[in-house]
């Protein structure tokens, strides 16, 4: 079992930057991949980015690439999610979120992962 906690959200212009967190609890967070995950009002969680166990291997939504980044501390269990160049269409939840994994990769797929974040809210304006 493991517990994610957000935090970092906030309202910010257009153009401006936010960084995430994400700790985790409760088991050996090296033990799972880790990813963050969106939601706007009135449309599906959709995947946002992710990063393997070691943090060598990342992955990027096409919409996100080159505007924010993944990384992971696993001495201080935590993930990050640095958002730069924000947009009023990246306004969403984010939800971190981890998978347990035996290799080093991460998935796109929500339902590959075993725990989820409260969430926090990002609102960009234009």
């Known amino acids: 079992q493991v517990q994610l906690v957000e935090s970092g959200g906030g309202l910010v212009q257009a153009g401006g930057s936010l960084r995430l967190s994400c700790a985790a609890s409760?088991?050996?967070?090296?033990?799972?991949?880790m990813g963050w995950f969106r939601q706007a009002p009135g449309k599906e969680r959709e995947f946002v980015t992710a990063?393997?166990?070691?943090?060598?291997?990342?992955y990027y939504a096409d919409s996100v690439k080159g505007r924010f980044s993944i990384s992971r501390d696993n001495a201080k269990n935590t993930v990050y999610l640095q958002m730069n160049s924000l947009k009023p269409e990246d306004t969403a939840v984010y939800y971190c979120?981890?998978?347990?994994?035996?290799?080093?990769?991460?998935?796109?797929?929500?339902?590959?992962?075993?725990?989820w974040g409260q969430g926090t809210q990002v609102t960009v304006s234009s």
């Open positions: 990063i393997s166990r070691s943090g060598g291997y990342r």
């Open positions: 979120a981890a998978q347990r994994v035996r290799g080093d990769y991460g998935s796109s797929r929500s339902y590959e992962y075993d725990y």
């Open positions: 409760g088991s050996t967070f090296t033990t799972y991949a």
